[in-house]
């Protein structure tokens, strides 16, 4: 049991539509991170908010957005869906130092896209 | 780029076994590397966590080393139990001009038969 919690557990959404997805981390984490984990694949880095401001993003086009709260939750929102985002959506907090800390991971949002 | 590969992709033994997995990067440069197990649909759990300055951490019948001047790690898992069985993922953390990030190899699926 990691402290870190997502919601839902799944979805499924067609495709054009926006969808939201909600992580909350452990108390004290200011450090949150969101993967995209296909299946069969390790997951990939979409982006890492420290203090609510993004300080990191990989490879991936700002129809994914996010946003993290003062009370340790945070969001990762997807506009217009597409097939290929049909994935496992992993979020992983840390304590304060982003670089040194342990990632825990929550337990995932598995998005299917029709 | 950072690129990390795990080797093999699929393992089966039997119950009892000692066994190492493994795991490489291509750029040394990096702050730390963990090593994560998945159960099927399942979110991530951190086995060990070696900062770049250590050469090896040690939790229960789990052994990881790391040797960052050749860009790989082994975790080995001695006297295997059904238990075991999941897929295990190593990652090292390492800064881009996109920010730090985790970058995670393809996984290793473990099957230890009774």
């Known amino acids: 049991e990691t402290g870190v919690t997502q919601s839902p557990t799944h979805l499924i959404k067609t495709r054009g539509q926006q969808v939201t997805l909600r992580c909350s981390s452990q108390?004290?984490?200011?450090?949150v991170s969101w993967y995209q984990q296909a299946l069969g694949q390790g997951p990939q880095f979409i982006f890492q908010y420290y203090r609510e401001e993004e300080n990191g993003r990989g490879n991936f086009p700002p129809r994914f957005s996010g946003l993290q709260f003062p009370n340790y939750s945070s969001e990762l929102n997807v506009n217009a869906l597409e097939l290929d985002d049909s994935a496992l959506y992993l979020c992983a907090s840390s304590l304060d130092s982003p670089l040194e800390d342990e990632q825990f991971f929550g337990p995932g949002t598995r998005l299917t896209v029709l | 780029k950072q690129e990390v590969t795990q080797i093999p992709a699929a393992l089966s033994v039997p119950e009892g076994e000692n066994l190492v997995l493994n795991c490489s990067f291509t750029?040394?440069?990096?702050?730390?590397l963990q090593w994560f197990r998945q159960d099927p649909g399942k979110g991530l759990t951190s086995l060990l966590l070696i900062q770049s300055s250590q050469r090896e951490q040690t939790s229960g019948r789990l052994n990881a080393s790391l040797d960052k001047s050749s860009g790989r790690s082994t975790l080995y898992i001695a006297a295997s139990q059904p238990g075991d069985s999941a897929t295990y993922l190593c990652?090292?953390?390492?800064?881009?001009?996109?920010?730090?990030?985790?970058?995670f190899g393809g996984g290793t699926r473990l099957m230890v038969k009774p």
């Open positions: 990652a090292v953390r390492h800064y881009t001009n996109a920010g730090n990030m985790l970058t």
């Open positions: 108390s004290g984490h200011n450090t």
């Open positions: 750029d040394s440069a990096i702050y730390n």
